[in-house]
């Protein structure tokens, strides 16, 4: 792991920080209080203090995700947010800041985050392990690691610069406690009209009207909203395509698969989808 990620991980039993230990081919990171953490082989860290609450998205969906991003359907999202980590990260964070991405998933938003940023390492954080073997491999300066955003975090307080949330939950307390004063977080929300050709026809979960007041709700009193920006796009897609997406996202927990691949093939191709996401800077609020 990469030392100047290294040095502002914490202990999430103690909260000490954390070295890296050894005994004979098996790797892990232990605190002077002895709490130990595995490596695993495919080189993520498992950062829990007790059980996940839940396996968090599956294998099958994962591969969905990585197949999905790899032909970049989505790379406007990790475009806005290279765009936005340039224009929000300034000196007053370190030489050397950290970029979290708090329900990182493959990796590949945070990746492109550290492209544009040469002088930053990155952390992705999430509870599902098959998405976490694929965000270790993300980036030559990421790590990855399993945690549970609704727990305290296993990160010092003011070590993070940059923190990502893309389709992900939010814990602002915790967001507020390890993000420097100086840094920002930047969160991905889906707009009213995203995906919304495929909402009816194949019968996916809608967008929650209130999706913005809830936002709001888990960060009020911990940030403040800085600016709000619209990205959107079109996509054709083919039917396999439309299924990849499908089953990268919480409708793969609620639709029966034969009746969404009869849904599917009934659709014109090339299949005509608007991806439309809102971009929003949080800034902490003064302690």
């Not at 952390?123 to 399993?146: F, N, Q």
């Not at 991905?188 to 979960?205: I, K, N, R, Y």
């Amino acid at each position: 792991m990469h030392a100047r990620i290294l040095d502002r991980l914490r202990c999430p039993v103690c909260g000490e920080p954390l070295a890296e230990a050894s005994a004979g081919t098996a790797r892990a990171l232990r605190c002077p209080r002895r709490h130990s953490f595995d490596v695993a082989r495919q080189g993520y860290v498992n950062l829990l203090a007790g059980r996940a609450p839940h396996a968090g998205d599956s294998p099958e969906m994962v591969a969905a995700r990585a197949d999905f991003l790899a032909a970049g359907h989505y790379d406007l999202i990790s475009a806005a947010l290279a765009d936005a980590a340039v224009a929000v990260i300034g000196p007053a964070v370190g030489a050397y800041p950290l970029v979290v991405d708090a329900g990182a998933g493959t990796g590949r938003h945070l990746a492109a985050v550290l492209a544009a940023l040469p002088d930053a390492v990155g952390l992705a954080l999430d509870v599902s392990k098959p998405a976490l073997r694929r965000a270790a491999r993300a980036h030559p300066r990421a790590a990855a690691a399993l945690a549970d955003t609704w727990q305290r975090l296993p990160l010092a307080d003011g070590a993070v610069a940059l923190l990502l949330n893309v389709f992900a939950p939010r814990n602002g307390a915790e967001f507020r406690r390890v993000l420097d004063p100086a840094g920002a977080l930047l969160v991905v929300t889906p707009d009213d009209d995203h995906l919304a050709e495929l909402v009816g026809p194949l019968g996916l979960l809608r967008v929650d009207p209130a999706k913005e007041d809830r936002v709001a709700g888990s960060l009020g009193g911990h940030f403040t909203r800085e600016s709000t920006s619209v990205h959107r796009r079109e996509l054709a897609l083919t039917g396999p395509e439309v299924a990849t997406l499908v089953g990268m996202g919480p409708s793969a927990w609620h639709t029966d698969p034969a009746g969404l691949a009869a849904r599917i093939a009934g659709l014109p191709e090339p299949v005509r989808v608007t991806v439309a996401v809102r971009l929003a800077v949080w800034r902490p609020v003064p302690r």
